[in-house]
């Protein structure tokens, strides 16, 4: 299975502030990465795919980056919305597997 | 707009088997191109995913739980089940059911999710 590893498991940040989101895979995926977004109680949502493409209807606040085995998510302007755990998750091989998440909590 | 609901019992007794349906609205799963899935979430804790069906029947299980899973369509009805036996505590999760879009290379990744069921493990 490829393993995948986030990093922070949490960050505290101000709305307006820039906010990235690392994710590592433990072999390339090329660039089939999806991230996700969590709120409490509620199913994730897809904001990016294909590492950078950003799902319908999501704000471009929204941005994603990277190639091989290294990727960012990055909120460009952190809003009150924004406030959530994010996933990122590779669909390069079966199994699928997610990261263990970020949780992005207000300062 | 697709959209996604899971239904069925949220209390199972440990060695019995977990069954769950999924009942998709606003697309038809026998219309192709996509893959249905159904993932799990320990409380409090990350995403794991189970498995998908095509509209077809083919199935992909992780390989972690698939002497246990089964997962079925009914195209008739619009949708796909969960069947997880021998169920422990372990298993109790808030499980997913999930459409899984192609991109050209025939990878998926996941664009519609429902709402999410608890199921919970306990005598």
């Known amino acids: 299975d490829i393993q995948m590893t986030q990093s922070p498991s949490s960050l505290s940040a101000s709305v307006g502030d820039r906010v990235t989101i690392t994710c590592r895979a433990s072999q390339g995926i090329s660039n089939s990465l999806a991230w996700y977004q969590q709120k409490p109680g509620k199913a994730p949502k897809l904001l990016l795919y294909a590492a950078s493409r950003l799902e319908s209807g999501v704000p471009s606040r929204f941005s994603g980056s990277g190639s091989g085995t290294d990727y960012t998510l990055t909120i460009s302007s952190l809003q009150p919305e924004d406030f959530a755990t994010y996933y990122c998750?590779?669909?390069?091989?079966?199994?699928?597997?997610f990261g263990q998440g970020t949780k992005v909590e207000i300062k | 707009q697709v959209q996604l609901q899971e239904s069925g019992p949220g209390l199972v007794k440990p060695s019995q088997t977990l069954s769950l349906t999924c009942t998709v609205s606003g697309g038809s799963i026998s219309s192709g191109g996509y893959y249905w899935s159904w993932i799990r979430q320990h409380p409090g804790k990350g995403l794991e995913w189970i498995g998908y069906i095509y509209y077809s029947g083919s199935t992909y299980y992780n390989p972690s739980l698939k002497s246990r899973v089964t997962i079925s369509v009914d195209t008739s009805k619009n949708q796909f089940s969960l069947k997880l036996s021998s169920v422990t505590a372990a298993d109790t999760a808030v499980y997913y059911c999930?459409?899984?879009?192609?991109?050209?290379?025939?990878?998926?990744?996941?664009?519609?999710w429902g709402q999410g069921t608890l199921v919970t493990v306990s005598s």
């Open positions: 998750q590779q669909y390069y091989s079966t199994p699928k597997t």
């Open positions: 999930a459409r899984d879009a192609v991109e050209d290379g025939g990878n998926s990744y996941f664009d519609y």
